[in-house]
Each structure stands twice: as structure tokens, then as C-alpha cells.
């Protein structure tokens, strides 16, 4: 069987592709990204870069400008190191351990039943590359790898002001091919946790497992406008109207694995009366047609399933009535979008991760907006919501948006360079998906910033893929850029 690297052997350009082998090989999830920035610290050192490992665990690596471009402006190239660890159920990948095996499909390479890690393994595998480069004309290089992206932005967030000397940035974290931003929504996590009271299973009761799956998950952010379904929000919609019907008691749920990802799969184990076996199946039949009728042309290979499990107990039925009545008012998705920004998402929030037994239970809400006071807004609400109840809900990791430049001289060159190179107009676009630029930039004020990338699909779900053509694009973009920087004055 070809090997990973055999597969990218072939693909242009080949430095980038070697480098993303690399990402693929070396496992690196958010918060275990050590041993991945450690091989790139060595990479780097043997080449007679300059690097340093900052108190977050951010790598720093730096270049001298090419010979007679030292006064230049320096430019500092961006991304994270580690990525959303998803996989389809049934697939044995330990992404701890194992290697990404992607595959090329119709111009594209992705990852069948995991996450492909292109976010932002891709923009990573270019940095390297343009460090390596020694035919490319530029200014004082400064490569920033960043750690803890996905699960809180922990590395930017820790990253101290005074260390990086460029005036300029080029973020390599977006997924749409010839378009550049210029802003970024903020955001923070809502934790709920609440301790729970474990009652018996009834005496004579059949515990059953309710699975709701086959939903295409994605991007909190960049997906969340798609209206696509949450899987925790679905089966506890399912579980209230079940409590209508039967006499359900409710001993686990859990649902979901990222914070950032759309939930595409949820768990229940109810317990019944020993003969509410045919009912259950005959009102999940009804459900399943039902959701999929609202779902059509989005989600429409939701399924709903049960199957005998077992339980040594079920939640106290006080517990069970304030956790599906919080969960199934709790907003999820889209709440308002921008009037400035004309189809773009203000204001979201995702229901990302659920885990709840009869000893108590916990979920996370992470809330997006372009507008800081929109998030606060929104998680005060969460907070407001769960606080009725007595329930311990806490607002963390708040991190700021990026507010658009429209005359951004990088942004104005960055324009020129791609008219140029590619003969047509690039687009400017604001994202609702949280990037590093704005608590990056509120370090270091002043700092002209620009992001752009090669087209990904999929991020933060199984079939994550990345178009292969666009990848060389943006190489022959990043590097013109910086061979244009080089010699403007900005």
C-alpha cells in the first residue's frame, strides 16, 4: 500500500507537500503539540535559523532578510500547529498515535473517515517552505507556530508582547481560495457543571441506548450559517417529546467531542417499562421522518436508532427535568447577522459538547460575534438561563475579534500583487470563524495584518479536504508577496 509520503511524492509544490507530510505523520493535537514543534525547532536550527519557545509553547523561528532587502519592513507569517480531532464512528484512529492517511480525490486530498488537519497544517507546510526557500527575495522573516489554536486559542492568548520585532502579518488560517481578510469574529466558552443525585433503575425496566448520528458536522463558525443539525440539540428535542409519551427516565447522555465543531453525533441511555420496546421504535421511526423532512438538502442522513443497553442507575427525576428543560430552551446557532457586513454572521453559538450521568453533568457553549459586546451579550444570556435552575454556569477563555482595516497598505499590496500574478480581482471578506489576528493584534498594536489560504472544505469534520491546485496558488502568492514587501515602502 502507498505510504502518505508516496502519495504527496508527486504533488507540486513539492516543498509545501513534504512539510504537510510531516503534519500528517507527526500527531498533534490541540495541547499535544510537542513533539511536532520540537522536530520543527530542530528542522529549523540545523538550517541556522534562529528560534525560541516562548512561555505558551509557541515556536518563534527566525530569518535574516535576502541581501539588500534588510531595511524592509519585517514580516511575520502565522499559523497553528495543532488541529480538531475528529472521526466517524467505527473508525479505530488514536489520534494520539496514529498517523493522518489522506487520499487524492478528483484534484482534492482528503481524509475519508478523520479530520485531514489541512486547518492549519496547510498554512503551517507553507511557512516552512518559504523559510527553506533560498531564491525568495524578503524583508526580516518571523515565523510564529502557535499551540492550543482549536481549544481556546491558549498560545496567542499567552503570547508576550515584545517578541516579535515585524510590522507586518500574513495569516495563513483561511479556507476560500482568492479571498483575503480583514477581520475575525471574538468569542468565549460558557462551562456548565452540575452535580448530580443518582436514583435506582426501577425495579422490571429495559435500559435503551437512542444513538441520533449520520449528520455532516463542520465548522462552529465558519458552517454555522448552513443551519446544518445539532445532534444534541435533535436528541434532546427527541427525549422531551418521548417524556410526553412514556414514562422515560434518562441515565446518561453525551454528545459531541470539540467545542469548536458541530455536534454530529449524540448518545442516550433511557430506561422503560419492559414492554415500551415497540413503542420506542414505532415513535422514533416517526421522529427520524420528521427531522429529515426539516433537514432536507442539509442533513437529510440524520438516523435514529435503539438497541438494549444496560444502566445501574438513572438521574433523580428533579435532575433529569432541569437538564433537558435547560438544554432543549438553550439557543444554539445564528442570532443575529451583520447589518454592516452584509452576509456575513454576527452573532453565534454552538452547543458543542454534552456529558451528563447520574452523578452530574457538564456542557460547553462557545459563542461567537463580531461585535465583543455581542458575545458577552449572548453567553450572558447562556449564564442567565442555567442560573435559574442553580446551575453552575462560568463564562472563560474571552478573546477579542479582529476590526477590519479597509486601508490596510498590506491589504492594498496583497490586492496588487494578486491582480498581477493571477490577472483577475481578489475579495475581501470578514470571517465568523474566531482567527489569532485580533489577540495577536491587540499585543502588538499597530501591526498591519492580512489573512488568506488555499481552499478547505470540511473543517472540523471526517472528509476534511483541501483542492491541491489552490495549494500552489497560494504559494506563488506568498511568495510574491514577499518579494514585493521587500522592496514597498509601507
Same mark, same amino acid.
Given at each position: 500500500m ?14 509545501v ?29 540545523a ?6 519557545? +516562548?512561555?505558551?509553547?509557541?515556536l518563534?523561528v ?13 514580516? #511575520? ?10 472521526k466517524?464512528?467505527g473508525?479505530?484512529h488514536?489520534?494520539?498515535?496514529d ?9 482534492w486530498?482528503?481524509?475519508?473517515d ?14 516552512l517552505?518559504?523559510?527553506?526557500d ?18 481556546g ?46 436514583e435506582?433503575?426501577?425495579a ?5 441506548r437512542i444513538?441520533?448520528?449520520? !449528520?455532516?458536522g ?5 458552517d454555522?450559517?448552513?443551519?446544518r443539525?445539532n ?36 448518545? /442516550?441511555v ?5 414492554d ?6 414505532? !415513535?422514533?421511526?416517526?421522529?427520524? /421522518? ?11 442522513? !440524520? ?8 444502566a *445501574?442507575?438513572?438521574? /433523580?427525576?428533579?435532575e ?13 446557532? %445564528? ?5 454592516s %457586513? ?29 461585535? +465583543? ?11 442567565? !438561563? ?20 479597509? +486601508? ?6 496583497c ?14 471578506? #470578514? ?16 501591526m ?10 470540511? *473543517? ?8 491541491? *491546485?489552490s %495549494? ?10 514577499l518579494?514585493d ?6
Open positions: 502507498p505510504t502518505t509520503a508516496d502519495l504527496l511524492s508527486d504533488l507540486q509544490p513539492a516543498p507537500w513534504r512539510h504537510f507530510e510531516r503534519f500528517c505523520r507527526i500527531p498533534r493535537p490541540s495541547k499535544q503539540e510537542a513533539a511536532l514543534r520540537d522536530h520543527l525547532q530542530q528542522w529549523a536550527e538550517r541556522g535559523l534562529a528560534t525560541r519557545v +516562548d512561555a505558551a509553547g509557541n518563534i527566525r530569518k535574516r532578510a535576502s541581501p539588500g532587502s534588510e531595511a524592509a519592513p519585517g514580516v #511575520v507569517l502565522q499559523a497553528h500547529l495543532d488541529m480538531v480531532c475528529q466517524n464512528t473508525t479505530s488514536d489520534f494520539s498515535r498517523p493522518i492517511r489522506p487520499a487524492l480525490r478528483d484534484g486530498l482528503i481524509a475519508e478523520t479530520t485531514l488537519g489541512a486547518d492549519n497544517g496547510i498554512g503551517a507546510a507553507l511557512i517552505a518559504a523559510l527553506e533560498n531564491e525568495l527575495t524578503h524583508g526580516p522573516l518571523e515565523a510564529l507556530f502557535t499551540v492550543d489554536e482549536e481549544a486559542m491558549g498560545g496567542a492568548q499567552g503570547l508576550e508582547a515584545g517578541v516579535l520585532g515585524g510590522s507586518l502579518m500574513l495569516n495563513l488560517d483561511t479556507e476560500d481560495w482568492g479571498e483575503f481578510y480583514l477581520g475575525c469574529a471574538g468569542g468565549l466558552d460558557v462551562n456548565v457543571d452540575r452535580p448530580g443525585r443518582p435506582s433503575l426501577p422490571g425496566w429495559q435500559a435503551w444513538t441520533l448520528d449520520g !449528520l455532516r463542520g465548522h462552529s463558525g465558519v454555522i450559517h448552513e443551519e443539525g445532534a444534541i440539540k435533535l436528541l434532546v428535542r427527541v427525549l422531551r417529546a418521548l417524556e410526553g409519551a412514556l414514562p422515560l427516565r434518562l441515565a446518561s447522555l453525551d454528545g459531541g467531542t470539540a467545542r469548536n465543531a458541530l455536534p454530529r453525533e449524540t448518545r /442516550a433511557v430506561a422503560l417499562p419492559a415500551a420496546g415497540d413503542r420506542l421504535a414505532t !415513535l422514533l421511526a416517526d421522529w427520524q /421522518a420528521r427531522l429529515r423532512r426539516e433537514l432536507q438538502g442539509v442533513d437529510e442522513g !440524520l438516523r435514529l436508532m435503539a438497541g438494549p443497553d444496560a *445501574a442507575a438513572v438521574l /433523580a427525576a428533579s433529569q427535568a432541569v437538564w433537558l428543560a435547560t438544554l432543549h430552551a438553550a439557543p444554539h446557532g %445564528v442570532r443575529r447577522r451583520s447589518l %457586513v452584509p452576509g456575513v454572521v454576527e452573532t453565534s453559538n454552538n452547543l458543542g459538547v454534552v456529558s451528563l450521568g447520574p452523578d452530574g453533568g457538564h456542557c460547553n457553549f462557545m459563542v461567537r460575534s463580531l461585535i +465583543d459586546s455581542g458575545s458577552q451579550a449572548l453567553a450572558d444570556e447562556i449564564v442567565s !438561563l442555567f442560573n435559574l435552575s442553580g446551575t453552575s454556569a462560568v463564562k472563560s477563555g474571552d478573546y477579542p475579534g479582529w476590526a477590519p482595516n479597509p +486601508d490596510s497598505p498590506l491589504l492594498a499590496l490586492q496588487r500583487v494578486f491582480r498581477r500574478e493571477f490577472g483577475g480581482e481578489s475579495r475581501v471578506q #470578514v470571517i465568523h470563524a474566531g482567527l489569532e489576528c485580533g489577540i495577536i493584534g491587540s499585543r502588538y498594536p499597530g498591519d495584518i492580512v489573512s488568506f489560504g488555499p481552499t478547505i472544505r470540511g *473543517a472540523h469534520a471526517p472528509g476534511e479536504r483541501v483542492e491541491v *491546485a %495549494v500552489g496558488k497560494a504559494w506563488q502568492l506568498l511568495r510574491a508577496i518579494a514587501a521587500a522592496t514597498a515602502r509601507l
